[in-house]
Nanobody, 124 residues
Framework: QVQLVESGGGLVQAGGSLRLSCAAS????????MGWFRQVPGKEREFVAA????????KFADSVKGRFSISRDNAKNTVNLQMNSLKPEDTAVYYC?????????????????WGQGTQVTVSS
């Protein structure tokens, strides 16, 4: 089992920045790939970004490319999502996810573990 706890959400004005963190426990962190998703009420969970075991491979949704970055610290068992140039349409609950094999894709059903989510609200 892997336990995931997100932090860092909040309210920010458009154009601002936020940094989300996800702390993992329960399994060697370097053996799991990590992803970030987001969801707004009434819509499906949307892929944001993912990172491989050692951080050498990343993937981003087109909507966040050039604005968001993802990183991980395997010594601290954390993955971070740096969000810059935020837009009101980035408002959502952001979820951290983990998968036990090499996968940095966008399909949420292929991730094995999920955090409880953290709210990000971007005001215009």
């Amino acid at each position: 089992q892997v336990q995931l706890v997100e932090s860092g959400g909040g309210l920010v004005q458009a154009g601002g920045s936020l940094r989300l963190s996800c702390a993992a426990s329960g399994r060697p962190f370097s053996s799991i790939c990590m992803g970030w998703f987001r969801q707004v009420p009434g819509k499906e969970r949307e892929f944001v970004a993912a990172i491989s075991y050692g951080g050498g491979s990343t993937k981003f949704a087109d909507s966040v490319k050039g604005r968001f970055s993802i990183s991980r610290d395997n010594a601290k068992n954390t993955v971070n999502l740096q969000m810059n140039s935020l837009k009101p349409e980035d408002t959502a609950v952001y979820y951290c996810a983990a998968v036990r094999r090499f996968y940095i894709g966008s399909e949420p059903n292929l991730y094995d573990y999920w955090g409880q989510g953290t709210q990000v609200t971007v005001s215009s």
